[in-house]
């Protein structure tokens, strides 16, 4: 996950920014839910930027990025996928929050999900790895 991180940063021109990322279970991420968004219930991702707009060339923590491991092996499982593909794509989800990228209207989801799965395949060439973004 270090490694998709680095490299997602650095595509998104953001090479010096760091990122806290945690991998927790779904009583965790629902407990962070219900505090800060008022969603009492298990999610797959919840991003937190420390500022609202990061600066390329500054190192920097940009900000957090929590995701599930549950929820990630339950929706594989749906998506006929491995967890671990399924939690990259968390990653790749919530580090473009933490970019500044939106998917509050149908178009912003659909030019967010195209640039995910942009992200997860150009990660899975540059390192060798079978991960799927689809």
């Known amino acids: 996950m270090r490694r998709l991180a ?4 650095a595509l998104e021109e ?5 990122i806290s990322l945690a991998v927790v279970d779904d009583a965790e991420i629902a ?6 968004l008022g969603r009492p219930a298990p999610t797959d991702v919840l991003a937190f930027p420390y500022d609202d707009a990061c600066d390329p060339g500054r190192d920097e923590e940009i900000g957090e990025v929590i ?3 549950e929820t990630a092996v339950r929706e594989a499982r749906s998506r006929r996928r491995s967890p671990e593909a399924e939690l990259e794509l968390y990653v790749v989800h919530g580090l473009l929050h933490l970019l500044g990228y939106d998917d509050s ?3 912003e ?5 195209r640039r ?3 992200l997860l395949r150009k990660f899975a060439r540059s390192h060798g790895h079978a991960g799927s973004a689809d």
Not at 6 to 9: A, D, I, M, R
Not at 31 to 36: F, I, N, P, T, W
């Open 116 to 118: 995910e799965i942009e």
């Open 6 to 9: 680095k490299t997602v940063l």
């Open 31 to 36: 407990r962070l839910s219900a505090r800060y």
């Open 109 to 113: 989801a659909r030019a967010m999900r």
């Open 105 to 107: 209207t149908p178009a």
């Open 67 to 69: 995701v599930s491991a």
């Open 14 to 18: 953001h090479p010096l920014a760091r």
